[in-house]
């Protein structure tokens, strides 16, 4: 069985650790881009860009050792970490990572675990959206704010009639 995983939950202030651990799955993978997904000027380079980092935990929980209904209980907290959408550090003999969210959870009760259950729990990183650039508010750049009709050519004789008439001298 490998190591020890936990989950910590920095907004709780807790840590939960699994009874044993079955397997650990670290999941580091590209998203290839095709030439027409790829524009000019993001962060891909050579049409490529890192997508989340993932953790697949395969654990077994337990009253073994343990108060009655813990298994219970950890049950009800992966649940609610899930549910809750709650930022997560999974902290493994390989690596740490953080920000994570539980994105998926499986739970099984079988004879192997009668008084308790095994299971499969996703971990995704997450990545906040990057935010719009803001537009400079001091730009003296002319900005359309829609359209006032067809153009219209009008000569400089007719526009001095305009203005005239407008009351507005011209030179």
Not at 53 to 70: C, F, N, R, Y
Request: charged fraction near 20%; hydrophobic fraction near 35%; glycine fraction near 8%.
């Amino acid at each position: 069985m490998p190591s020890s995983v936990s989950i910590q939950v920095p907004s709780y202030g807790y840590t939960y650790t699994f009874s044993g651990v079955v397997s650990v799955q670290h999941v580091f993978s590209l998203k290839i881009r095709t030439e027409s997904e790829s524009a000019s000027g993001t962060d891909y380079i050579n049409g490529a860009r890192n997508q989340p980092d993932k953790v697949i935990l395969t654990v077994m929980e337990s009253d073994v050792g343990h108060p009655a209904g813990w298994a219970d209980r950890m049950l009800q907290a992966m649940e609610s970490l899930k549910r809750t959408r709650t930022l997560c550090d999974v902290v493994t003999s390989a690596k740490t990572y953080s920000a994570m969210l539980l994105s998926e959870f499986t739970a099984a009760v079988d004879e192997e675990t009668p008084s308790g259950w095994q299971g499969t729990l996703t971990f995704v990183q997450y990545v906040p959206p990057a935010e719009p650039e803001k537009a400079n508010d001091n730009s003296s750049a002319v900005t359309h704010t829609g359209s006032a009709g067809p153009v219209q050519t009008v000569s400089g004789t007719a526009l001095k009639q305009m203005l005239e008439r407008a009351g507005i001298a011209s030179e």
